[in-house]
């Protein structure tokens, strides 16, 4: 591949965020070089979430890339929540009058964007390092960076900053132009990933008086197992015996029985979150996906919250190249914000209702099994769970 000097948008970051633009600016005749600090082979290694919405389904394929997520990807109508010993079924599909979101592992999406923008011949330049940001407040932004040793300047209209949570794009603002509001939960969430059946045909999200637990899945015969752990615990310390021994004192009688046990793919400690970052737009610098906020995990909004970044931010573009108009890339921002927030306030509640808090009395537990208990036998709790778990429409309460 030459590398090119020159482009309409500079991408940052080759994750789903910048991925699925890319995708979304092709499909629509605009250019785009995306720089990405690590290797492809890395950038598929790291193990995310695998819960879709139905925006981010239509999005994917919008983008030309659903084939195998329809072929390979499982669709699930509800969940079940386990409290107090019991197990409850969230119906989604009847709540929300049909809708259901699909289990398909982010990593299996980042890799059919990454495929897509192969066969396309699209520029992705891997291993970019020391990338900055330069001139967003003008009309002629540039991206430098060094690759094999050898410095480059890429001239562009646009920088997207989908360079996640620790990327340059966020750094690269003036302090007093950014607000940044930050929760940090004092717990984290072990991970294991197996080839062994999934121990239940859909997602069981636990409250035991032992911390919180998920069971989830990838495929049929893959699953992914959480339980929360004290921050200080290490990964070293969590043989696989220990995480399977754990799991089952979380689980109710059933599905301790069925649980499948073996060996770890993938065994890791994430530390949960919540993060926004306002406003989105610096002048000619867009940020999106979590290099602009971050969920908590519990709920699994993170890779759909970037989804939607990208599809506002894609249609800002396409407004400004094929229609002269700056209206939706000014929108931009405001758009995103009502609808993260939205997300954010999900996530937190979700993670307050299902983890044991070390500050917490014993009253937090007793609050916390009533409100379950009114969750999943109100019709109004069940919704508002359910509506929230599928996604919200698309510019949900949005005059527009
Ligand atoms: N230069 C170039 N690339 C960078 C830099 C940099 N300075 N810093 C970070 N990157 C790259 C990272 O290596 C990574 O591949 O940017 C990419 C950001 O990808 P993600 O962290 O996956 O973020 P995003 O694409 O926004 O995806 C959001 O990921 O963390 C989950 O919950 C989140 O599911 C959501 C999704
Ligand atoms: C996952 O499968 O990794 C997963 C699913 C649902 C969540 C979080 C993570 O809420």
């Known amino acids: 591949m030459t590398i090119p000097h020159t482009t309409q948008v500079a991408i940052i970051g ?3 965020s910048g991925l699925l633009l890319g995708q979304l600016l092709h499909k629509a005749g605009i250019d785009a070089v995306i720089l990405e600090r690590q290797t492809g ?29 329809h072929a390979e990807g499982l669709v699930h109508g ?30 299996e999406v980042t890799r059919d964007l990454m495929h897509a923008r192969e066969a396309a011949g699209l520029p992705t330049v891997y291993e970019a390092m020391n990338v900055q940001v330069h001139g967003f407040d003008s009309t002629t932004p540039s991206v430098t960076y060094e690759k094999d040793g050898q410095k480059h300047t890429l001239r562009c209209d646009f920088i997207a900053g989908c360079d996640g949570f620790h990327g340059v794009c966020r750094a690269s603002v003036p302090r007093n132009a950014i607000a940044e509001y930050e929760k940090v939960y004092p717990f984290g969430w072990l991970g294991l990933l197996s080839d062994t059946p999934p121990v239940h045909d859909e997602l069981i999200y636990v409250n035991s008086p032992r911390g919180f637990a998920l069971c989830s899945q990838r495929s049929k015969t893959r699953s992914r197992y959480y339980l929360q752990v004290p921050l200080t615990d290490r990964i070293e310390e969590w043989t696989d015996d220990a995480f399977w021994q754990e799991l089952k004192l979380r689980l109710d009688a059933p599905a301790r029985e069925h649980l499948v046990t073996g060996p770890s793919i993938e065994k890791s400690i994430a530390p949960l979150r919540s993060f926004v970052t306002e406003p989105m737009r610096f002048g000619r610098l867009f940020l999106a996906g979590d290099a602009a906020h971050i969920v908590p995990p519990t709920g699994a909004k993170g890779l759909n919250l970037a989804a939607t970044d990208v599809k506002y931010l894609s249609e800002g573009l396409i407004g400004h190249y094929q229609g002269q108009s700056d209206t939706d890339l000014d929108a931009y921002s405001d758009r995103c914000l009502r609808r993260i927030w939205k997300a954010e306030r999900f996530s937190w509640w979700f993670t307050s209702l299902m983890h044991q808090f070390p500050e917490d009395s014993p009253i937090t537990a007793k609050f916390q099994n009533a409100e379950l208990d009114y969750i999943v036998h109100s019709q109004a709790g069940s919704l508002t769970m359910a509506e929230n778990y599928v996604g919200l429409p698309l510019d949900f309460g949005q005059p527009r």
């Open 14 to 16: 080759a994750g789903p």
């Open 41 to 69: 082979d890395y950038v598929l290694g790291r193990i995310r979430a695998g819960v879709l919405e139905q925006v981010c389904i239509d999005l994917l394929d919008e983008a030309g890339v659903g084939e195998r997520m």
């Open 78 to 107: 509800g969940f079940d929540l386990l409290f107090n010993g019991q197990r409850h079924r969230i119906d989604m599909h009847a709540l929300t009058g049909g809708h259901n979101v699909m289990v398909y592992g982010q990593t």
